[in-house]
């Protein structure tokens, strides 16, 4: 079992920027490829980034191509969500997730993560 903690969540005006940063709330090994999903009020879960182990590949969500940047520290087991040029509808309760596979794969779709944070809120006001 693995417990996340997500962290950099906040108020910011459009366009400015915020970090998240996500890592293992103890000392955990050999944490395989990471995402972070997001969730609006009265929306479903959506996908918005992945890396994988090695942190060499990622992927994006289209609407946040170009803005956002996801990368890893694998000495410290932390993923970083850098997001830039926000937008009021990035709006949503942020959070990251740890995939079930050990390999070097991307992984855009909720089943493909077992382990959740709990989440950290990010307001964009216009």
């Known amino acids: 079992q693995v417990q996340l903690v997500e962290s950099g969540g906040g108020l910011v005006q459009a366009g400015g920027s915020l970090r998240l940063s996500c890592a293992p709330s103890?000392?955990?090994?050999?944490?395989?490829?990471m995402g972070w999903f997001r969730q609006a009020p009265g929306k479903e879960r959506e996908f918005v980034a992945a890396?994988?182990?090695?942190?060499?590949?990622?992927r994006y969500a289209d609407f946040v191509k170009g803005r956002f940047t996801i990368s890893r520290d694998n000495a410290k087991n932390t993923v970083y969500l850098q997001m830039n040029s926000l937008k009021p509808e990035d709006t949503a309760v942020y959070y990251c997730?740890?995939?079930?596979?050990?390999?070097?794969?991307?992984?855009?779709?909720?089943?493909?993560?077992?382990?959740w944070g709990q989440g950290t809120q990010v307001t964009v006001s216009s």
């Open positions: 890396i994988s182990w090695s942190g060499v590949s990622t």
């Open positions: 103890t000392r955990t090994f050999g944490i395989p490829g």
């Open positions: 997730a740890v995939t079930r596979f050990r390999d070097d794969n991307l992984y855009y779709t909720d089943n493909a993560y077992h382990y």
